[in-house]
């Protein structure tokens, strides 16, 4: 421990209210209903779908293109992901087979 | 109770990628912890009060360096910046839950988000006790997540490599189940494009605030048309 134990305290109490701040702020600050809002209700109804986008580039930020293995086991593995999914959409094969797939080319394949 | 018991059955089975994930990334945290000298308690304080992964991860650079929670609290707001998109998403999915809000909204995670904004409950459960356990399952694994790492501490070399990407391919089975619906599609373009280009722009640590800025703008733009696409799909679903 490089900190005191009232520092980490204090530590631990900075990140959960910064947390906390950044869930409750929406909806503290649009306490009435979203439909009341015409702007904001539109941002509820498309937000969700580019967040979930956001989020995905969001894992995948620290690949680098430019160094081996330039991102291929990601792309492979989310191709994969995605097809099964098309194709079977069943949730739990999808993330699974995703993911064997990844571990696979990451511990075997590209060492 | 029973009404309970279903909602908990029901919520399970759709959490089982987010056990997968929490348990690893978890563990890994609470290792990762313990070789920094903060052990179990620490560890499992830190996850049940902040229950935020990533900020979580970078904040253990706040508990090795000088004292700065200011830096800390700054640090965690820019990071988890991304959640208040996830709350503007459940204003009103969210708008009648009585006592169980503030928890709901608590525990309002990138995982339970993706969880609770892309599935309805099952007909014949109750819509608030299923937000409820699908927030408490996760809170739950990511609290057991790192106690198990907090618990194996430098013991062991942990060398699962690669088995975080669960978090990945869950994210991009709601992306592909989202796709399905053409009307989502341009905000889900608008997401991911925006997103790109900034983490180009300002690379991995500064991109997230820049896209989501992008991301307003974009659909601010799109409005029109996108207003009407959705208005039309409520139209005929009425």
Known sequence: MTLTPVQTLIIIGAVTLGTVVTRFLPFVVFKKAASEHS??????????????????????????????????????????????HFWKGNTLLSIGAGTVIYMVLVNVVFT | MKEKINALKAAIPLTLPVLAGFLFLGTAYGILMSSKGYGLGWTV???????????????VTFLTMVFNPLYALLMTLIINARH???????????????RLKPYL??????????????????????????????????HFYWVAGSAVGGLLGSLVSFNIK?????????FVVIF???????????????????????????????????????????????????????????????
């Open chain 2, 45 to 59: 304080l830190m996850s049940f009060a902040a229950f935020a992964g990533s900020a979580q991860y970078v904040a």
């Open chain 1, 39 to 84: 702007y904001i209700s539109y941002l509820g109804r498309v937000l969700p779908y580019a967040a979930i986008g956001l989020l995905v580039v969001y894992c995948l930020k620290g690949v680098s293109l430019t160094e081996a293995p330039h991102g291929i086991p990601e792309a492979i593995a989310i191709i994969v992901t995605a097809a099964l």
């Open chain 2, 162 to 170: 690669g088995l975080d990407f669960v978090l990945t391919a869950l």
């Open chain 2, 176 to 238: 592909v189940g989202q796709w399905r619906t053409k009307e989502n599609r341009l905000p889900a373009v608008i997401g991911v494009m925006c997103a790109v280009v900034c983490l180009l722009l300002f690379g991995q640590s500064r991109f997230i605030i820049p896209a989501m800025l992008a991301i307003l703008a974009s659909l601010t733009l799109f409005r029109k048309r996108l207003d009407k696409k959705t208005t039309a799909v409520k139209e005929e679903l009425k």
């Open chain 2, 84 to 98: 208040i998109f996830y709350g503007i998403s459940m204003l009103d999915k969210y708008r009648n839950t009585g």
């Open chain 2, 105 to 138: 909204i608590f525990g309002l995670c990138d995982e339970t988000f993706s969880i609770v904004c892309t599935t309805e409950p099952p007909a014949g459960i109750n819509k608030n006790w299923f937000y409820f356990f699908v927030t408490l399952l996760g």
